[in-house]
């Protein structure tokens, strides 16, 4: 979400500005620490908290968290031009990241090595995928693992065997494996057929007030989504 945020910070200040807004990264579990130790005001993720997460905003706050729909995603799985792999299922995508399928000659590619690239732990895209695709395996223990979304795109790009996943704004010149049939496109994300759709969020402890109000509901109108559309993410709403 950070090249999101900060064009939507960015955004934000042109038409406010006598607001600053601060932007940083680090993954979505980064931002759940920093909330609960009242470092930000907003939380972004790309993800829902997990219980943990949750026990964490409770025991400091008395609360749940509030969480607000910024954007939706359509997650990708990035390969290298070279292959001829265009589709996978689902659950060739658990065998293939699992470690279980270990040679694209498996479903139906070169007899090579497949080289799997995932993000870190504290990643909410890390997360997603585990918790969606792998269901009650774990990632391959031979995975590469690479800090964040650029890295997993040069990994691939890099590396003709390689497989990997990330927001649909990165790797544009790669090609995106359909999954079950349906490409990753705004399209099949707001008529719910893709597969790997998901919500992008913003968090608070409380319910926002002031300035943090008034940037959430700027992010969810007009203009937010004009900027959400913009950096290639899909709109929560279509605007007449």
């Not at 680090?26 to 609960?36: K, Q």
């Not at 909410?124 to 800090?147: I, P």
């Not at 968090?203 to 913009?230: N, R």
């Amino acid at each position: 979400m950070l090249p999101l945020n900060r064009r939507l910070a960015e955004a934000f200040m042109r038409s406010h500005p006598e607001v600053a807004v601060l932007v940083e990264g680090g993954g979505t579990g980064v931002g759940v620490e920093a909330l609960v130790a009242r470092r930000v005001d907003l939380a972004a993720a790309s993800r829902p908290f997990t219980p943990d997460e949750i026990r964490a905003l409770h025991e400091r706050f008395e609360t749940l968290g509030l969480r607000f729909l910024v954007a939706r995603d359509a997650l990708s799985v990035y390969i290298h031009p070279s292959n001829p792999i265009r589709e996978l299922t689902l659950d060739q995508l658990r065998a293939v990241f699992s470690g279980e399928t270990g040679r694209w000659s498996e479903v139906g590619g070169p007899d090579e090595p497949i080289t799997v690239v995932i993000r870190p732990p504290n990643s909410g895209t890390f997360r997603f995928f585990r918790d969606h695709v792998l269901r009650d395996v774990n990632y391959s223990a031979t995975a590469v693992t690479v800090s964040r979304t650029r890295d997993v795109v040069e990994a691939v790009r890099d590396r003709p065997n390689a497989i990997g996943y990330g927001a649909v704004i990165y790797g544009t010149d790669l090609p995106r494996v359909r999954v079950d049939g349906e490409e990753a496109s705004v399209e099949n994300v707001r008529d719910g057929d893709y597969p790997l759709a998901r919500y992008l969020y913003f968090y608070a402890t409380s319910t926002p007030e002031g300035t943090t109000k008034e940037f959430l509901d700027w992010c969810v109108g007009p203009e937010g989504q004009a900027v959400v559309a913009d950096v290639g993410f899909v709109p929560l709403w279509i605007h007449g």
